[in-house]
C-alpha cells in the first residue's frame, strides 16, 4: 500500500473528422505520399491568410455538448509563437485565452462507483508537420500541417492509472460515435499526455510535476502512469526530489524515459491572431449541432438491455459500431431482440470476420434481417439450419423463405411428433436411460444425440432437450 496519493492530469489532441484542413483547403487525409496533401497556406510562405474552416466549430461544438462542457458564445484565435522546423511560420494558431469549450466533466464507472473527471477546456488548434528523423537528417511531411485538432484538457483530478485508462476509453468512445474524430491512435490522430505529481496528503500543495508525452495506446498510458507513480516514490522515500521534466513512454523497456528538464517555463508570447476575425456562437447554431448527435454508448447500452438483451450483448455492441448501428434501425420493430443481437454477435459476426467485410455491404437488408430473427424465434429455423443457408442469406437477394424452401428444410416443430421420436429413442437405448436415472450426466448427452441424429437435425435442440428430460423423468 502506497503512502503518496497521486495526482493525475490528462492532455488529449484529437484530429477533427473534416474532409479539409482547418486554414486552407488542402485534403485532410492519412497514409497518402508525403507532402502531396499541402498547399502554401500549409507550408507557411509568407503573404499568405488562413481561411477558417466552419465545420472545425461545428465538431468543436459537438465535442463541447457530449462532454457537457460550456460553450464560450465569443472566441478568438491567438498565436503560439515558437520556433521548430515542424512550423515553418514560426507559429502556431490555437486558442489560449478563449477557448471554445470550459467546465465540462465525463463520468466513468470505478469499483461499482459513478467518479466525474472533470474537463479543464477544450480548445481548437492546427497541427503541425511530421518529422522523420533519420541519423543526422529530419525529413518533413507536410500533409498533416493543418489538420485540425482539439485539445482537451482535464482537471487535476485523477488518482490511478486506472482512473485514466477508464477516462480514456470513455472518451474514445464518446469522441467515436458522435462523430467527432475516428480516434484511431496508431495513426495518431488522438494522441495523449499525462501529468503526474504525488503527495502524502491531500491538504499538502502539489508536488513536482512529470508530464509523459505522445503515449501510443490506452494501455500505455495506464502503465506509464503507474511506471511515473513508482519513480517518484522511489524518489520521495530516499529524501530526494526531481526537477519538473518531460518523459516519454519507451515501448521497448515498458517504462518512461527522460526526454528534457523544464528548467525555465516557455514564453509563448501568446497574442491575438490578427488574421482571424472574432468567432460569435449563437444558440441556434448549437442546437442544429445537437441534433446531429447520434445515440452516444451509455444510451445505447441501457436501450438493449431494456429490450431484454444481456449486459455482456450489449457491452458488445456498443464495441462494435456498425453492427450497433445496424440494430438501432430496428429499435421500432416487434422481433425478439434477445435473438436478434445474438445473430448479429454470432453467425453474422464470424462470416464479415471471415469474408471482411462489412455488414452494410451484404445482402442482410432490414426486412430480410426481422424475417430471420423471427424464424430463429419460433424455431422454425435451427442454428444448424442457420450455418447451412448462412453464406446464401448473406449474399443472396432471396427471401429467407425463398431459401428455406430450396434448402428442403423442413423442421419438426409439433411437440406430439418430437415426443414420439424421443419415446423411440429412449425404447432403444434402455441402458443409456438406466445410466441416467443412476445420477450419469453424460447419458442424457448421448440419448440428445441420438435423437438429434434421428431428427436428421430438424429439432430445436433447446425443445427436444426439455421433452427428453421430461420423458426420463417419467
Same mark, same amino acid.
Given at each position: 500500500?502506497?503512502?503518496?496519493?497521486?495526482?493525475?492530469?490528462?492532455?488529449?489532441?484529437?484530429?477533427?473528422?473534416?474532409?479539409?484542413?482547418?486554414?486552407?483547403?488542402?485534403?485532410?487525409?492519412?497514409?497518402?505520399?508525403?507532402?502531396?496533401?499541402?498547399?502554401?497556406?500549409?507550408?507557411?510562405?509568407?503573404?499568405?491568410?488562413?481561411?477558417?474552416?466552419?465545420?472545425?466549430?461545428?465538431?468543436? !461544438?459537438?465535442?463541447?455538448?457530449?462532454?457537457? @462542457?460550456?460553450?464560450?458564445?465569443?472566441?478568438?484565435?491567438?498565436?503560439?509563437?515558437?520556433?521548430?522546423?515542424?512550423?515553418?511560420?514560426?507559429?502556431? !494558431?490555437?486558442?489560449?485565452?478563449?477557448?471554445?469549450?470550459?467546465?465540462?466533466?465525463?463520468? !466513468?464507472?470505478?469499483?461499482?462507483?459513478?467518479?466525474?473527471?472533470?474537463?479543464?477546456?477544450?480548445?481548437?488548434?492546427?497541427?503541425?508537420?511530421?518529422?522523420?528523423?533519420?541519423?543526422?537528417?529530419?525529413?518533413?511531411?507536410?500533409?498533416?500541417?493543418?489538420?485540425?485538432?482539439?485539445?482537451?484538457?482535464?482537471?487535476? @483530478?485523477?488518482?490511478?492509472?486506472?482512473?485514466?485508462?477508464?477516462?480514456?476509453?470513455?472518451?474514445?468512445?464518446?469522441?467515436?460515435?458522435?462523430?467527432?474524430? %475516428?480516434?484511431?491512435?496508431?495513426?495518431?490522430?488522438?494522441?495523449?499526455?499525462?501529468?503526474?505529481?504525488?503527495?502524502?496528503?491531500?491538504?499538502?500543495?502539489?508536488?513536482?510535476?512529470?508530464?509523459?508525452?505522445?503515449?501510443?495506446?490506452?494501455?500505455?498510458?495506464?502503465?506509464?502512469?503507474?511506471?511515473?507513480?513508482?519513480? /517518484?516514490?522511489?524518489?520521495?522515500?530516499?529524501?530526494?526530489?526531481?526537477?519538473?521534466?518531460?518523459?516519454?513512454?519507451? *515501448?521497448?523497456?515498458? %517504462?518512461?524515459?527522460?526526454?528534457?528538464?523544464?528548467?525555465?517555463?516557455?514564453?509563448?508570447?501568446?497574442?491575438?491572431?490578427? *488574421? !482571424?476575425?472574432?468567432?460569435?456562437?449563437?444558440?441556434?447554431?448549437?442546437? /442544429?449541432?445537437?441534433?446531429?448527435?447520434?445515440?452516444?454508448?451509455?444510451?445505447?447500452?441501457?436501450?438493449?438491455?431494456?429490450?431484454?438483451?444481456?449486459?455482456?450483448?450489449?457491452?458488445?455492441?456498443?464495441?462494435?459500431?456498425?453492427?450497433? %448501428?445496424?440494430?438501432?434501425?430496428?429499435?421500432?420493430?416487434?422481433?425478439?431482440?434477445?435473438?436478434?443481437?445474438?445473430?448479429?454477435?454470432?453467425?453474422?459476426?464470424?462470416?464479415?470476420?471471415?469474408?471482411?467485410?462489412?455488414?452494410?455491404?451484404?445482402?442482410?437488408?432490414?426486412?430480410?434481417?426481422?424475417?430471420?430473427?423471427? %424464424?430463429?424465434?419460433?424455431?422454425?429455423?435451427?442454428?444448424?439450419?442457420?450455418?447451412?443457408?448462412?453464406?446464401?442469406?448473406?449474399?443472396?437477394?432471396?427471401?429467407?423463405?425463398?431459401?428455406?424452401?430450396?434448402?428442403?428444410?423442413?423442421?419438426?416443430?409439433?411437440?406430439?411428433?418430437?415426443?414420439?421420436?424421443?419415446?423411440?429413442?429412449?425404447?432403444?437405448?434402455?441402458?443409456?436411460?438406466? *445410466?441416467?436415472?443412476?445420477?450419469?450426466?453424460?447419458?442424457?448427452?448421448?440419448?440428445?444425440?441420438?435423437?438429434?441424429?434421428?431428427?436428421?437435425?430438424?429439432?430445436?435442440?433447446?425443445?427436444?432437450?426439455?421433452?427428453?428430460?421430461?420423458?426420463?423423468?417419467?
Amino acid at each position: 500500500m502506497s503512502n503518496y496519493i497521486p495526482t493525475i492530469g490528462i492532455e488529449v489532441h484529437c484530429e477533427l473528422k473534416t474532409k479539409t484542413k482547418i486554414f486552407s483547403d488542402s485534403i485532410n487525409g492519412y497514409g497518402q505520399m508525403a507532402n502531396s496533401l499541402t498547399n502554401v497556406i500549409d507550408l507557411g510562405y509568407p503573404g499568405t491568410l488562413p481561411t477558417l474552416n466552419k465545420e472545425v466549430i461545428n465538431l468543436a !461544438i459537438k465535442a463541447a455538448l457530449i462532454l457537457n @462542457c460550456k460553450i464560450r458564445p465569443v472566441m478568438h484565435f491567438d498565436r503560439k509563437n515558437y520556433f521548430y522546423p515542424d512550423n515553418p511560420k514560426n507559429y502556431q !494558431i490555437t486558442q489560449a485565452e478563449t477557448p471554445i469549450g470550459y467546465d465540462g466533466y465525463v463520468e !466513468i464507472e470505478v469499483d461499482g462507483k459513478t467518479k466525474k473527471i472533470g474537463i479543464e477546456e477544450i480548445h481548437i488548434e492546427e497541427d503541425t508537420c511530421k518529422s522523420t528523423h533519420r541519423g543526422t537528417k529530419t525529413l518533413l511531411d507536410f500533409n498533416r500541417a493543418g489538420v485540425p485538432l482539439i485539445e482537451i484538457v482535464t482537471k487535476p @483530478c485523477m488518482e490511478s492509472g486506472e482512473e485514466a485508462k477508464l477516462y480514456l476509453e470513455k472518451l474514445k468512445e464518446l469522441l467515436f460515435y458522435s462523430d467527432v474524430s %475516428d480516434c484511431k491512435m496508431e495513426e495518431g490522430s488522438m494522441r495523449a499526455d499525462a501529468n503526474v505529481s504525488i503527495r502524502k496528503q491531500k491538504s499538502e500543495p502539489f508536488r513536482t510535476k512529470a508530464e509523459i508525452k505522445n503515449i501510443g495506446s490506452i494501455s500505455n498510458v495506464k502503465l506509464s502512469i503507474e511506471k511515473e507513480i513508482k519513480r /517518484q516514490e522511489e524518489i520521495y522515500d530516499k529524501g530526494e526530489s526531481f526537477p519538473p521534466q518531460t518523459r516519454r513512454f519507451d *515501448d521497448k523497456l515498458n %517504462d518512461t524515459v527522460l526526454m528534457r528538464v523544464k528548467e525555465t517555463g516557455n514564453d509563448y508570447r501568446y497574442f491575438p491572431e490578427p *488574421d !482571424i476575425p472574432y468567432v460569435h456562437i449563437t444558440q441556434e447554431q448549437i442546437e /442544429q449541432v445537437r441534433k446531429t448527435i447520434s445515440m452516444l454508448p451509455d444510451e445505447r447500452r441501457k436501450t438493449y438491455q431494456k429490450l431484454g438483451i444481456s449486459e455482456v450483448n450489449a457491452k458488445k455492441l456498443v464495441q462494435n459500431r456498425a453492427l450497433s %448501428d445496424y440494430l438501432n434501425e430496428l429499435l421500432e420493430e416487434k422481433i425478439d431482440f434477445k435473438t436478434a443481437a445474438n445473430l448479429l454477435l454470432g453467425d453474422i459476426s464470424a462470416y464479415l470476420n471471415k469474408m471482411e467485410t462489412e455488414i452494410t455491404k451484404t445482402s442482410l437488408t432490414k426486412e430480410k434481417f426481422i424475417e430471420l430473427t423471427n %424464424d430463429i424465434s419460433n424455431e422454425t429455423l435451427t442454428s444448424k439450419n442457420l450455418k447451412e443457408i448462412l453464406t446464401t442469406i448473406m449474399e443472396s437477394e432471396k427471401s429467407i423463405s425463398e431459401i428455406i424452401k430450396e434448402a428442403g428444410i423442413q423442421n419438426i416443430t409439433d411437440n406430439t411428433a418430437i415426443t414420439e421420436m424421443i419415446q423411440k429413442i429412449l425404447k432403444e437405448n434402455q441402458d443409456s436411460v438406466v *445410466d441416467y436415472k443412476n445420477g450419469k450426466d453424460r447419458a442424457i448427452k448421448y440419448l440428445m444425440g441420438q435423437v438429434m441424429k434421428e431428427s436428421k437435425g430438424s429439432l430445436n435442440p433447446k425443445m427436444a432437450m426439455a421433452i427428453l428430460k421430461e420423458e426420463l423423468n417419467k
